[in-house]
């Protein structure tokens, strides 16, 4: 099956204020990131996070 005809799925993505994404970062549909919230680089966020928030690989 050609790359155009492929299902998908469309979803949305929050982003609080004063948040800090790192290099590489993947953020998942239907997420959202609270306010003053750090992801590391090369994380993947695949559910929402509360305001306040450290994210990175160690705690994955």
Known sequence: MLIKNQPYSI???????????????VILKNVNIGDNCI??????V????KANSLVNLSTI
Do not use: F, Q, T
């Open 11 to 25: 979803g949305s993505v929050e982003i609080g204020d004063n948040c800090w994404i790192g290099s590489n970062v």
């Open 39 to 44: 992801i590391g680089a090369n994380c993947v």
């Open 46 to 49: 695949y559910k929402s996070l």
